[in-house]
């Protein structure tokens, strides 16, 4: 069974860091591609950023320069570290399969990160 499991979400200050980890299991990590979505309230789901099999990186505008994905294949694991965070960033962070699209429908529970001003 394919299972995504958030973590690293907590509270911080405007102007702080944060790093989120999502550890998958029940697929082939290595040959799919993965993306961190955030869900804030009153607002749809958006796509944070994704990494595809050969590591490259996509970024929302609102968050380029200031997130970063990685992957570690040998963990089953991906990665958004988070600098310089804004209280904008406050929301529900989820990570999901992008390739291939047949796994797309399995969420994780999301971990909550909330900025404070």
């Known amino acids: 069974q394919v299972q995504l499991v958030e973590s690293g979400g907590g509270l911080v200050q405007a102007g702080g860091s944060l790093k989120l980890s999502c550890a998958a299991s029940g697929f082939t990590f290595s040959t799919s591609a993965i993306g961190w979505y955030r869900q804030a309230p009153g607002k749809q789901r958006e796509l944070v950023a994704d990494i595809s099999v050969g590591r490259t990186t996509n970024y929302a505008d609102s968050v380029k320069g200031r997130f970063t994905i990685s992957r570690d294949n040998a963990k089953n694991t991906v990665y958004l570290q988070m600098n310089t965070l804004k209280v904008e960033d406050t929301a529900v962070y989820y990570c999901?399969?992008?390739?291939?699209?047949?796994?797309?429908?399995?969420w994780g529970q999301g971990t909550q990160v909330t900025v404070s001003s």
């Open positions: 999901n399969v992008r390739h291939p699209y047949y796994l797309r429908n399995v």
